[in-house]
């Protein structure tokens, strides 16, 4: 058992090393595209556009990170404590790159309720 819980860590530190290396890559550069994405000519458009791309790349993050933060449940082990705090920080970087983009369209005219 213990060296499935072995295999199955090494396994998603493999996967996670090749995809979400990137996927914090870019979301510690997402902050300066982030600042040419919201002019301040911004149009209720352009904060609709930017609410399907939030919820499209949380939605895309939340699955691994919550399979990371299953096996950790399952499996504590320093390896998958590891693992589940690696999720932690991208999810919290992705957190602070959405609120600070979504301040850019908070006095937007022209919101829809559902994108207010």
């Known amino acids: 058992m213990k060296s499935t819980v072995s295999l199955l860590a090494v396994a998603v530190a493999a996967c996670l090393a090749s995809g979400c290396t990137a996927a914090a890559d870019q979301s510690a550069a997402a902050p ?21 791309r939030a919820e499209r790349e949380l939605g895309e993050f939340t699955v691994i990170s919550s399979r990371a933060q299953w096996v950790n449940a399952t499996y504590i082990t320093q390896d998958t404590d590891a693992l589940a ?11 602070v790159r ?16 559902e994108t207010r």
């Open 32 to 52: 300066s595209a982030s600042a040419a994405a919201a002019p301040a000519g911004a149009t209720a458009a352009d904060a609709d556009a930017f609410i399907a």
């Open 98 to 113: 959405f609120a600070n983009e979504a301040a850019r369209y908070a006095n937007v005219p022209g919101l829809s309720p």
């Open 85 to 95: 705090a690696h999720f932690g920080t991208i999810g919290t970087e992705m957190g």
